[in-house]
Every structure is written in C-alpha cells, then in structure tokens.
C-alpha cells in the first residue's frame, strides 16, 4: 500500500493506535481516487466517533450527526433540528444560526433532518471562520437552551386567526408546522410519505421524521427536551471533517468541545422493518386544482425493501441494477413501461433510495388511472421475468457502471461543496456500524463488480430474481387526484379547532391569546449587545481582497470561436455549445425547451432512441441543454443562447463528441409516440414542479415585464411554459404533425456553425483530446445561414397577478426594476438585499410571521430586486412587510455592526468555490456578459468599502421610488387570493393555474 503522498493523497502524519488529545487513531487510508488521506478515530472517554478525509481542498467542511429515531409523526427530530440552533448557554442568543449565516463566510451552513438521522454541516474557505462555526455548532447541539418560545416558535402554537381579537377562530402556526403543510401540498411528498408509511409500518421508517401536520400538535415541549436528552449525546455522534486542515488540529480542537462529556449507552439503534410473506397494497389521494383534469393524473408504485447499507458492494451492486432497469430511455422495464402506453412516465419515486439502512427500490408510473394499477403490476412482473429470462444487454450494465464511476470521480459544488457529497456517501454505512470509507472507494468496488459479473455472467439477472421478483415484502401504492382533498383537510380542521376552542374554558382561551403575544414580544425583541458580542467574530480585515480568477484562453476551431479553461478536474473533461437564438421570433421562442429535450431524447443518425440512449449511458457523463437569457452588463443588449452541456471521462471524448455530433446534425423527429412521451414528462414534471417551487414561480410572474431576459425567463421556465406543454399535450393527437415539423426548422435555423461558440475546461491533456474530437463537429455542422429579420419587441406592462394553486401555504413575490451590475449603486443593494433577508424580513416573515422562508434577492445582472416568501401563511401581511421595510432602511442608517455582517454575508455568495465544470460556465456566461476580472475586482472592492449612508442612500433613492413601478405575483388558494386582493384594493388578475382568468376586485369580470 502506498502511504507517501500517493496519486495526489496528503503524506499520512499519524498511524493506527496513535494517541493524542483524548482520541485514538483507529486506521490511516489512502484513497487515491478522491486523492485523500482517511483518519478514523474515537474519543477515549464519551466514544464519539470521527473521520477526517484530510485533501489540499481549503474548502474544509465539518458536521455532526445523531441517529435520531423517531417514535411517533410529531415531528420531534425535525423540530429540535431547527430548536437547538436558536441559542446555547455559552451564546444565548435567540437565532444563532441566523446570526453565523449573516456574519461569516461560510459557504455551507445548514442542518438535515432524515428518516433516522439529523445532521449538523458547515463549511468554509477561511481556517479561522470555519472554527468559530464549527465551535458555535458543537455547542449549539450539545449545550442548546430549548426555551419554550423557541418551542412554540419552530414547531408549533395555538392563536386567535386574528393576533389582536382572542374572539376569533383558533389556528395553529410555527415555522416547522407551515413548513410541512407545504410539502405535504406537493403530489411528489404526499406519494414518498404514503410509501415510507406502507412499506415499513412496523419500523422507525414507517414515522415521519420531518412531521405530519395533524400530528405536529400532538408533541409537548417535555417529549421535546426528552428527546434532546436521548440522543444528542457525544456518544451517538458521527463527527465528519474534509478539507486541508491537519487531523491533530481537529483532534485538539474536539479535545476542548468534548471536554465534561463522559460515556452513556443511548438506545439509537434501528430495529428492522419485519419482512412480509404477501404484498400488501394502499390507496390514497392528492390535492389537484379544479382546472385540470382527473383522468390520468394518477401514480402507480411498486415498491420492495431490496438492500442493507451494511454491505455496500451489495448496494452499489442493486444502484448498477436500477440504472439498468429504469436509469435511461433504453433501460428494458422503463421502455416497457412507457412504452405501453398505460401511464405519461415513470413515477417520479422510481429508483434506488441510498438514505436508509433498509434500502427500497421503487418503480411505477405517473399519469395514468386507478383503473389500470392491476394492468402496471403484472406489466411490471412481466417485464422483471423476462429480463431474468433472456438477460440484459451487456451494454446496459456496461453503461450502468460507467455512471456509478464518472459520479464517483467528478468533483462537483452545484449546490454543496464537494466534502458535503463525500460526508453523505460516509454516512449511509457509518451510521449503520459499517465501514464509512467502504462508499468512498468506488473505483475499487467498481472493479470488484467488474470481475465477479464476468465470473458470473447472470449476476445481475440473479440478483432481480432474487431481490425483487422472489421478494413477498412489496407494496403496491396507488395515488389518486382529488378536487377535494384540500377542502376537507381545511374544513376538518376548522372543525377540530372549533371542538377544542369549545372544550376550553375562558380562562384557558385568554391563556393561549397571552401566550401568543407573549411569543410575539419575544420574537420582536432584539438579542442583547452583550449576548450577540459572546459569537465569535470574523473581521472585514480577515476577508481575503483579491478575487478568484479563472483560467480563460479565447481562441478557434476550425473557424468556431472557443474558450479554453486549463484547470483539474479528476480526469473529466466539461464542454458547453452555445447556439445563438436571439433572432428567432417571441412566438417561437416557448418551444425552445422543448426542442432541447428532443433533440437529446429522440434517436439520431439511424438509430433509435433506445439505442441512443444506451450509448450516451455508456460514453457520456452528463448531458443536457437548455435556452438561456441575460443582459450585458452594459444593459444595452440581451444575449440569448441554447446551451449544451457535456461531461464525460478522458478516454470518452471521441466517442462522446461524436455521440454528440449525432444528435445535433443527424436528429430525428420520425418517431411520434417517443415525442409524445418526452412532452408528457416534460408536462408533468413542471406541474409537479408548481407547489414545491412555487416561490420560483411567482418571481418569474412578477418580473416577466421588466425586460426581455425576464420575459424568456417565463417564457422557458414559468406558468406560460407549462401552460404550453399542457396545451401541446392536449393536442397531440391532432397536431403532432405540425409539432414535428415546427420543430424540424427550428433545428434546422439553430444547430448552425455560425451561431456557435463553443467552451471547454479541463486539464491541458483533456482539453488537446477535446480540441481534436471538436474539430470533426465543427465541420459537420451546416454553415450559417441569414439571420431572420424580427419585429422590435414590446413587454406587455406589469399586472398584479394571484395564480390559484392547491397549497395551504402562500408564495408572494413583489419585483422592482433596480440599477445594473456597473452601476455604483450596485455593490450597496447588494449589501442591502443580504441585510434584509438575514435581518428584517426574516425576523418578520419567518420568526414572527411562520413562514419556512423568506428572501431578498438583487439582480445585478438584470437589473431587479425582489421580495419572495415560501411556505408562507400569511398573505396580506407578507406585503405590508415588504413596504415597511423599505420604508425604515429608506429613512434609517442600519447599525456598523449589521453592515459589517451583511458585507460578509455578500462577500461570501460572491466567493463561493465551483467545482471544475461550474468555473467554465460561469466564465462563459461572463464573457456573454461583457464582466471582466476588472469588474469582478472592483465590485468586490466596493462591497467592502460600503457604509450605512450608501446603503440607505440606495434604498431611498432607487428602491422606494420604484415601489410603484414594481410588480406583485402571488401562488396560493383561490380564496386567500380573493380575500388579499378585496381588502388591500391589490385588483389582483386571479389565474387558474392551467384555465381562464379573473379580475378581482374590479368591474372587469372575466379578462380572457
């Protein structure tokens, strides 16, 4: 074994049975596929478990997790998730989280409630701000106060529905609470809670961890502290580090957090769910609105228990399995399935769930009836028994191992740094008492899968057989639609709390409304100076000044204008095609993504999409496209491209390059029962898409008439790209044809080699495979042909628009048109919109209001700032907030003390560390941009000289003003929406989501 500094591994500096700062080192391994060096350890006294993956990253990450197993559905793990990060006795404040996340420089800072586990993650690229949130979240979980305020705040309280008359109904809010009633609005939850329910009703699995809203208030504030008390223990802790920083320097600083702490048994462990010797199956409904249609609007589930986490060649063996049954359009129990025309696509459960020490498989379909659930279960039996029968294409399992190992190998930050994925890799066997580095070394799995498939050809064959198709612990789910399921969930509800607002005597109603004001004082009330000076604090001094820049080289291809990013990427290689569309016609431009998507699904160059599909599995890492849209920083000009994205391995290119030349110059559209099929998915998935997003949504609404990147915006991606899919859908049968030929010349007009630019990043020997595979492309894609003469385009005038949705929580956007990236005003309503979110409206939406989320976000890019709110129960009062809160930064300096935390909290969102692939796009989009290193400097420079004057100067001068140029768009209940727009005079345009339009509020009636 090489224990030197092997493939890029950091020198081991300790070894097995090594003893220091309370800890013994248990085993030193290198793993030079993800080029770290692993120390596993525990601590001598308490038993607290540690894992270090010590790597020249300096983006270093540290977490803690418990196994929290819950009892019942109250919700308590989730809770006290987000209770114990409001304040400890060594920092008493009231929303510690919310203070680390306005003045550090983190770049994860989060907690996780799963099914049997919470887990605690931060991260940083600064040594000394990781350590002050690594020491605040130890003690913050170990040591938290969990006062009853904070109880009643993030879980849940009694109130009068009108805060100051304790006459009216009763109702329930609390920021957990809210939270839950909007997932549980979703179809996508709704179905993975009455799996999870259904499949192990005799396990820790069959409770909802995260809480079902009718049996949050079930939970006392004694079950709460309780459950602290059981399980928060060092001695039922997993403690994660990853990054550049020393394990001896870990070890001491968990010398001093650990310090008091002795050893106690704590009972965390999972009980497994009992095996059935029949199926079993269960129906149940979801929410949909009265605009759309019943009839095929069901899902159809199958799902078995397949797997233990404990033996991971097993789980990875069951993950190459699922990518081979159902992991692409030529996977043999997908196709059949969609094939036969029994649902639109596959449920969106469908695949391997890694999370759990009892791993389920789940497979069905959406978009079909209750009626057809028999005929989708024998299909599915069917189809199982005659892959075991005949077997697979040895391709597909080819394919299906080379997407395990090219996820194994990328580095990617999208969302989380890249030790946030190795930490939940480790987690899924270390919490279950297995080898935590067993998931990290895929490549030596990988080979171990390699040989004994070829030492047993009918390997995975058997592994069906035997844990599917021989497997009685299967559960059939059926889903239904109802136009009523929410109404009766309202009105059973109000019923309930009637009968307990009866049960209760006078004196008990007056005690719930003092509580509840109670609980609003203590809300409003602001941390003292001496409790807030007890965080540990980062200078702006201790910010680095200078920018991170990325490599960019501009040059050619056979005539193409290319842009080159030399960095390391783990032996990938990334590549982006941007065609230019910004001449196409505004009446064409709605069916631009869906032209992505058929290009990418359909078959090409004589093969069919099942084909196609199976060699992309086989030779492509990651593919997709979509249009895109945004200023330059000039603000004269909107750049519009449709973009590709490719990443594959080294030894891939050719062949992926080539697979890629395919589908752009030699697509084919023939195939109308495939294109029908795509349309429905991509129908679905938006509509599924609306609830749990629906903040998204209603900034898109709002902001559709401030420019023209805004108005593509909704055009590609919000209600009048879903409100299309629907229509086309609908009208398949009749015009597909047309639809085909439609999208025939919209290839034909895009996929040109004038219209092209082309980038690539990777290291210097990927980029030379990459130039020579790229010129082949190039030259096969048809010259440029004349650009098409379009008519000046004209933004229809902003509407207050209420969009009625099947969601017992609200979203509200407001968006104002605001000063532009080069503006000076730029860098201090960046500053501003972090100061906002973290501080005001925060405090007003989430804390004091119950909403799950609440956001200021500016544009500088295109020129906006917007108000959102999410999972949010309030409606009218979200929009009195937004205007107080411009109204008291407009007239009010805020303090040096909250400036010096919004300029960090802005520093560290301009900062935030990209993996490989990300660094070449975001290069490429500043090029379209016209941003230049210079700007980027600049504006870096100008966000830390920012003062509380320029601040409020910006609120004042270009923001308040423009309060009347802005534009309001709300998601939420018909009702809600009627009632808003009737007493706040808003004259609301109210939508269906899918149907015709009405006025509120107005003499107008129906507008269309």
Same mark, same amino acid.
């Given at each position: ?14 070894k097995?049975g090594?003893?220091?700062h309370?800890f013994?080192?248990i &085993?030193v391994?290198?793993?030079?596929e993800?080029?770290v060096t692993?120390?596993?350890?525990r ?6 478990r ?6 020249d990253?300096?983006?270093n ?22 209770s ?10 009231k929303?510690?989280?919310?203070e ?14 799963y ?6 993650p ?9 350590y002050n ?6 003690d913050l979980?170990?040591r ?10 993030e879980?849940y ?7 100051s ?10 920021i ?7 997932l549980?609005?979703s179809?996508d ?5 009455y799996i999870?329910e259904?499949?192990?009703p005799?396990?820790t699995?069959g409770?909802?961890?995260g ?19 059981l ?18 320097e ?6 001093e ?9 704590v009972n965390s ?6 095996l ?8 149940n409904?979801?929410p ?6 019943l ?6 589930d199958l ?10 060649q097993?789980?990875l063996?069951l ?9 692409s359009?030529g996977?043999?129990l997908?196709k ?8 639109e696509d ?12 009892q791993v389920?498989?789940i ?5 079909t009836d209750?009626d057809?659930a028999?005929q989708?279960e024998?299909l599915?039996?069917d ?5 075991v029968?005949?077997g697979?294409?040895?391709q ?9 190992e090219?996820?194994g190998?990328?580095i990617?930050?999208?969302?989380m740094?890249?030790?946030l994925?190795?930490m939940?890799?480790a ?5 279950y008492?297995?080898?935590p580095?067993a998931g ?6 990988i ?10 050809? &009918?390997l995975?064959?058997n ?5 599917i198709?021989?497997n ?23 019923r ?15 005690e ?7 609980l ?5 009330a ?5 409790a807030?000076?007890s965080l540990?604090?980062?200078e ?14 501009k ?5 193409v ?11 990938i290689?990334y ?15 709605p069916y631009?993504p ?6 990418l699904?359909m078959?090409a160059a ?11 599995a086989?030779?492509?890492?990651g ?6 849209a945004g200023?330059?920083v ?6 519009q ?21 395919e589908?752009?110059t030699?697509?084919?559209l023939?195939?109308?029962t &495939? ?7 991509e129908k ?5 898409a609306?609830?749990?997003?629906g ?7 709002a902001?559709a008439?401030?420019s ?8 590609w991606?919000?209600?009048a ?19 085909a030929?439609?999208m025939?010349q919209?290839r034909a ?5 004038g ?6 990043t990777?290291?210097?020997e ?8 790229l ?12 650009p098409?003469e ?9 509407v207050?628009t ?5 969601a017992q ?5 407001q ?7 080069l503006?000076?005003q730029?860098?201090?309503l960046?500053?501003l919109?972090?100061?906002?979110a ?7 939406? &989430?804390?004091?209001?119950g ?7 500016y544009?500088?890019?295109?020129g906006n ?6 999972r949010?129960p309030n ?10 809160v ?11 003390e ?5 300029i ?6 301009l900062?935030?560390p990209m993996?490989?692939g990300a660094k070449?796009f975001?290069?490429?989009i ?7 290193d ?13 003062t ?5 100067q ?7 003003p423009?309060?009347?140029?802005s534009n ?6 018909e009702?809600?929406?009627k009632r ?5 005079n808003l004259r609301?345009r109210?939508?269906p989501l ?12 129906e507008a269309?």
């Open positions: 074994m090489c224990m030197g500094n092997c493939g890029g591994c950091p020198a081991p500096t300790l097995a090594d003893r220091l309370g013994t080192i &085993r391994q290198q793993i030079p993800i080029r692993a120390y596993e350890a601590h001598d006294r308490c038993g607290a540690v894992l270090h993956l010590h790597c990253d300096r983006e990450l540290f977490s803690i997790g418990f196994r929290t197993t819950p009892s019942d559905s109250t919700g308590l793990p989730h809770i006290l998730e987000h114990v990060l409001a304040g400890s006795e060594r920092y008493p404040v929303d510690a989280f919310n680390l996340a306005k003045g550090s420089l983190k770049t994860f800072l989060n907690a996780f409630t099914p049997d586990k919470t887990v605690y931060v991260a940083s690229q600064v040594k000394a701000d990781f949130l690594a020491r605040v979240y130890m979980v170990l938290p106060r969990l006062l009853l305020h904070t109880f009643q705040q879980g309280h009694f109130e009068p529905e009108n805060p008359d304790p006459d009216t109904d009763l109702t329930i809010s609390g957990v609470y809210n939270e839950m009633k909007g549980y609005s179809a939850s709704l179905q993975s809670k999870m259904g499949l192990y005799d396990s699995y409770y909802d961890a809480g079902d809203p009718e049996e949050i208030p079930n939970l006392t504030y004694e079950q709460f502290k309780r459950f602290h008390q399980y928060y223990s060092p001695s039922n802790a997993w403690i994660f580090f990853y990054g550049n920083i020393t394990t001896r870990h070890l001491e600083f968990l010398e957090m650990l310090a008091g702490f002795d050893h106690i048994e462990q999972i009980k497994d769910q009992p059935w010797t029949t199926m079993r199956r269960i129906h409904r979801y949909i609105s009265r605009d759309e249609k009839e095929r609007k069901s899902i159809v799902a078995w228990i397949v797997g233990d986490s404990r033996n991971p097993e789980i063996l993950q190459i399995a699922a990518i081979a049954l159902v992991g359009a996977a043999p997908r059949a399935l969609i094939d036969s025309g029994l649902g596959l449920s969106p459960a469908t695949g391997l769930e890694r999370d759990l020490k389920p498989f497979v069905g379909l959406r978009g209750p057809k028999d989708i024998r599915i039996f189809t199982l028994e005659k892959i029968r005949d697979f294409d040895p597909l399992i080819h394919g299906a191992l080379h997407q395990v090219f996820h190998k990328e990617t930050r999208n969302s740094p890249y030790g994925t190795l939940s890799r987690y899924c066997t270390w919490l008492e297995a080898d580095l990290l070394q895929f490549s030596t799995l080979e171990e899968i390699r040989q004994k498939w070829q030492d047993e050809p &009918r995975f064959e592994l069906i057989r035997r844990k198709l021989e009685t612990h299967c559960l059939r789910s059926v889903m239904e639609p109802s136009y009523t399921y929410q109404e009766e969930k309202e009105a059973a509800f109000r309930k709390m009637a009968e307990y607002k009866a049960s209760l005597s006078k004196a008990k109603l007056e719930i409304f003092q509580n509840a004001e109670k609003r004082k203590e809300q409003a602001p941390d003292s100076p001496q807030l000076a540990p604090r980062l702006l001094a201790d910010i680095p000044r200078e920018i991170e820049t990325i490599p960019t080289r040059t050619t291809i056979d005539g204008t290319a842009l080159e990013h030399d960095i390391f990427s783990n032996g290689v590549l982006d095609l941007a065609f230019d569309i910004s001449d196409l016609p505004d009446d064409l431009q631009l869906l032209l992505a998507t058929l290009t699904g078959g004589g093969k069919g999409y099942d084909v196609m599909a199976s060699q992309i086989l030779k492509i890492g593919l997709a496209a979509s249009p895109s200023q330059t000039m603000g004269e000009e909107t750049w491209k449709m973009i590709f994205r490719m990443k594959m391995l080294h030894r891939n290119i050719p062949d992926a390059v080539r697979l890629l030349d589908l752009l030699q697509g084919d023939s195939d109308r &495939r294109m029908q099929n795509l349309l429905a998915e679905n998935d938006m509509l599924s609306v609830v749990p997003q903040h998204a949504f209603a900034r898109r609404t902001s008439g401030l023209l990147a805004h108005h593509r915006d909704e055009q991606n919000g209600l790209q879903l409100r299309l899919l629907v229509d086309l859908a609908e009208r398949f049968s009749r015009d597909g044809e047309s639809l030929e439609k025939a919209l007009h895009i996929y040109r080699r219209r092209v630019i082309l980038n690539l990777g290291d210097a990927g980029l030379d495979e990459l130039r020579r595979a010129e082949h492309l190039v030259q096969d894609l048809p010259p440029a042909g004349e098409k379009i008519a000046p385009f004209r933004l229809e005038p902003p207050p209420g969009v009625a949705i099947q929580v609200c979203y509200v956007a968006v104002l048109p605001a000063p532009r990236y503006s000076s730029a860098p201090a960046s500053v919109s972090h100061e906002l973290s501080g005001p409206l925060y405090n007003r939406i &989430r804390v004091q209001g909403a799950y989320g609440a956001h200021s976000i544009d500088s890019l295109n700032f917007a108000f959102l709110s999410y949010d409606l009218e009062q979200t929009i009195k907030v937004y205007r107080q411009l109204d008291e930064v407009s007239s009010e300096e805020i303090s040096a909250e400036l010096r935390k919004a960090i909290s802005t520093i560290a969102s900062d935030k993996g490989p070449g975001a290069a490429m500043w090029d379209f941009a016209g941003i230049s210079e700007h980027r400097q600049r504006f870096k420079e100008e966000v830390l000289k920012t509380p004057q320029s601040v409020r910006v609120a004042a001068e270009y923001l308040r423009r309060l009347d140029e309001l768009a709300v998601y939420a209940a009702d809600r929406l808003a727009s009737e007493q706040m609301l109210i939508e899918l149907g015709r339009t009405k006025v509120s509020g107005s003499a107008e009636g269309g």
